[in-house]
């Protein structure tokens, strides 16, 4: 049923002293998550390789190895979401309405919906981090996991068990980033974290952690270790509204694998019905946040 005079019947007479239920709102925080690219393609898909291992021991006269197990390893798929929202309104609604520019057909309402559904897909790539969604495929396991495969080995982007974040848990996981992460061949990339990444309810942990000069929750003199790791944690930390856990938190690294591709962005259009005169207004849009390489990002899911 269309918008119609009886569901907005006090906008209908003079003397109202106003109309509310706008609000300011968040401002986008995925773009500062997800590197962002279009697409012209239904479906993405983006292959981890295999390069040459390490180089080997030659004796004088002997031969020199070769490795020829370099090639495709790990195959990720991104297919895009159709989004879809609109509205109907009847003639006589906009003809009475006397406060057109507080409550009117506009896009205003339909972008803020568009947007705020951006970010509840880009942060459940996140909240879902632990479940291994096949349709993605990739190396096998989820994006936040202790056992992702390499050749010969595995490696983790999570603890085990899971951390609450604080002064030693993050600074393991910045130890852990540089020291253990390797690419498929087994060789140690330059790996750092740079960003923080938490939930509204840790906002006090991550000031304490990131704005004491001096070592946090502590009565010792020490520097804090934390804003001086060698080449990390240099964008410091953000809060993300949208994650779901109030104990979850992450760490960007220095590794591009989030990625929010745009198939279609925001659209907007609008027609009258013929036969009722009824407006009809629609917005569209065609997008898939998603990974391709868990490098990108260190995670940890507490559960209190």
Same mark, same amino acid.
């Given at each position: 049923?269309? @918008?119609?005079?009886?569901?907005?019947?006090?906008?209908?007479?003079? #003397?109202?002293? /106003? %109309? =509310?239920?706008?609000?300011?709102?968040?401002?986008?925080?995925?773009?500062?998550?997800?590197?962002?690219?279009?697409?012209?393609?239904?479906?993405?898909?983006?292959?981890?390789?295999?390069?040459?291992?390490?180089?080997?021991?030659?004796?004088?006269?002997?031969?020199?190895?070769?490795?020829?197990?370099?090639?495709?390893?790990?195959?990720?798929?991104?297919?895009?979401?159709?989004?879809?929202?609109?509205?109907?309104?009847?003639?006589?609604?906009?003809?009475?309405?006397?406060?057109?520019?507080?409550?009117?057909?506009?896009?205003?309402?339909?972008?803020?919906?568009?947007?705020?559904?951006?970010?509840?897909?880009?942060?459940? @790539?996140?909240?879902?981090?632990?479940?291994?969604?096949?349709?993605? #495929?990739?190396? /096998? %396991? =989820?994006?936040?996991?202790?056992?992702?495969?390499?050749?010969?080995?595995?490696?983790?982007?999570?603890?085990?068990?899971?951390?609450?974040?604080?002064?030693?848990?993050?600074?393991?996981?910045?130890?852990?980033?540089?020291?253990?992460?390797?690419?498929?061949?087994?060789?140690?990339?330059?790996?750092?974290?740079?960003?923080?990444?938490?939930?509204?309810?840790?906002?006090?942990?991550?000031?304490?952690?990131?704005?004491?000069?001096?070592?946090?929750?502590?009565?010792?003199?020490?520097?804090?270790?934390?804003?001086?790791?060698?080449?990390?944690?240099?964008?410091?930390?953000?809060?993300?509204?949208?994650?779901?856990?109030?104990?979850?938190?992450?760490?960007?690294?220095?590794?591009?694998?989030?990625?929010?591709?745009?198939?279609?962005?925001?659209?907007?259009?609008?027609?009258?019905?013929?036969?009722?005169?009824?407006?009809?207004?629609?917005?569209?849009?065609?997008?898939?946040?998603?990974?391709?390489?868990?490098?990108?990002?260190?995670?940890?899911?507490?559960?209190?």
């Amino acid at each position: 049923m269309p @918008v119609a005079l009886a569901q907005i019947r006090d906008l209908l007479l003079p #003397g109202l002293w /106003g %109309v =509310s239920g706008r609000y300011p709102m968040i401002e986008r925080q995925w773009p500062k998550i997800f590197r962002e690219t279009d697409s012209n393609m239904a479906l993405e898909r983006r292959t981890s390789v295999r390069f040459l291992g390490f180089a080997q021991l030659k004796q004088e006269g002997a031969p020199t190895s070769f490795d020829n197990n370099a090639g495709q390893r790990y195959t990720y798929n991104a297919e895009h979401f159709e989004i879809g929202l609109g509205y109907a309104i009847t003639r006589k609604a906009i003809d009475d309405n006397l406060y057109k520019s507080e409550f009117g057909p506009s896009n205003d309402g339909l972008m803020e919906s568009f947007k705020e559904t951006e970010e509840i897909y880009a942060a459940s @790539v996140l909240n879902q981090a632990t479940t291994y969604n096949q349709n993605i #495929g990739g190396d /096998g %396991v =989820s994006l936040i996991n202790t056992a992702h495969p390499i050749d010969g080995s595995t490696i983790a982007n999570q603890p085990s068990p899971d951390v609450d974040l604080n002064e030693t848990s993050l600074l393991n996981a910045l130890i852990t980033i540089r020291s253990t992460w390797k690419d498929n061949a087994g060789l140690k990339i330059h790996a750092r974290g740079r960003k923080v990444i938490a939930p509204t309810q840790l906002e006090p942990v991550c000031i304490r952690l990131f704005r004491s000069e001096l070592r946090p929750g502590t009565a010792d003199n020490d520097v804090n270790a934390v804003l001086g790791m060698n080449d990390s944690l240099r964008e410091g930390y953000m809060i993300f509204d949208y994650l779901t856990s109030s104990f979850a938190w992450f760490v960007l690294t220095n590794h591009d694998g989030l990625v929010f591709f745009h198939r279609k962005r925001f659209e907007m259009d609008m027609s009258v019905e013929f036969t009722t005169d009824n407006l009809l207004v629609k917005g569209y849009q065609r997008y898939v946040p998603t990974y391709y390489d868990w490098r990108s990002i260190y995670g940890t899911f507490p559960t209190s």
